[in-house]
């Protein structure tokens, strides 16, 4: 089967649990903080929250930009490590289920999660365990599945662990020998940090398109302007997907630059808004549309996410977006 999307990224699974203060504090977490934590603590949290409800969601960055291009119409495949638990088997069932193939692979050990400890007030409190995430490694890989889609996009979050960083670079070399496109998503700003130049890199030698924020940019390009950005990252990557937030978004292919406006919403919770905007993006270039339209379907799909709550839309996809494809 011909892909349009092979993903590559951290399958996390999200916990959410609801309740009070005084649960909060038992723990001795911050309201509102952001951790990560280690196997033990996790299970400790979990143990603790063993009689109270809760629901999971399949989570990470790279699994939900390739679920909503699955909703979208597009063929999509999913790759990354699980343990063998029960949150590694209800994870992949909820990939297969929103039409994703899965080339997930487990292994003894703890499937990485986030319990989302919400309170009533509707502040959150997360806690983040990669665990088998970290343990992907080039052997987990399907070069079939690679070498078979039109585009493999990769998360900058798996740059983490040495064994990891083999994956990547295998998995790039499988796409470049059967002329697979290349498109990366530098994640987040601490990733850019931690990683700038092993991702100039990968930049300079891989990549066809770059997905990044202002931010993100800025760092690799020591430029606060976009239009330096642009230009200065353009030398390495001729294909550049940066969104400006409420200022909507600019992409810049083959030395053409096409500015995307945002679409006005109220914004609910921006969980999610990068990974939206990458599926509308790629659905639209599979599918042969210009830049200019691609673009505008991915700021549309981006502030449908941002109007509601959760990282992806809950409903018909592609219905609601209908009117721009």
């Not at 990044?212 to 990557?237: H, Y």
Request: a negative charge; hydrophobic letters at 35%.
């Amino acid at each position: 089967m011909k892909y349009d999307v092979f993903g590559l990224g951290n399958p996390i699974i999200d916990i959410i649990l609801h309740v009070d203060d005084a649960f909060v504090a038992e723990l001795k977490l911050d309201k509102g903080s952001m951790n990560l934590v280690d196997t033990e603590r996790q299970q400790e949290i979990l143990e603790k929250a063993a009689d109270r409800p809760l629901t999971t969601a399949l989570g990470g960055s790279c699994a939900n930009t390739m679920v909503m291009t699955a909703q979208l119409g597009g063929k999509t495949a999913y790759g990354g490590k699980l343990g063998q638990d029960n949150l590694g088997d209800d994870f992949e069932k909820q990939l297969l289920d929103s039409g994703v193939a899965s080339f997930l692979v487990k292994q003894e050990g703890m499937t990485g999660s986030t319990i989302i400890l919400v309170n009533p007030d509707a502040e959150r409190t997360m806690n983040t365990h990669l665990g088998m995430c970290q343990a992907f490694s080039k052997q987990d890989l399907s070069k079939d599945g690679i070498q078979n889609a039109s585009y493999l996009y990769v998360e900058g979050y798996l740059w983490d662990t040495a064994v990891q960083q083999e994956a990547v670079i295998t998995a790039l070399e499988y796409a470049k020998a059967a002329d697979t496109k290349i498109a990366l998503t530098l994640s987040d700003s601490f990733c850019v940090e931690r990683h700038k130049e092993e991702f100039q890199r990968l930049m300079d030698q891989y990549v066809d398109i770059l997905f990044c924020n202002d931010q993100e940019a800025g760092l690799m390009s020591g430029e606060k302007d976009p239009d330096r950005q642009l230009e200065k990252i353009s030398q390495s990557v001729t294909h550049i997907v940066l969104t400006l937030g409420k200022k909507g978004s600019k992409i810049k292919c083959n030395g053409n630059v096409v500015s995307i406006d945002a679409f006005k919403t109220k914004a609910i919770d921006t969980t999610g808004a990068g990974d939206s905007f990458a599926a509308g993006y790629l659905y639209g270039i599979t599918q042969g549309m210009s830049i200019k339209k691609a673009g505008t379907l991915a700021a549309y799909c981006a502030s449908t996410i941002v109007g509601q709550n959760g990282p992806r839309y809950n409903g018909n996809f592609r219905e609601k977006v209908s009117q721009y494809l």
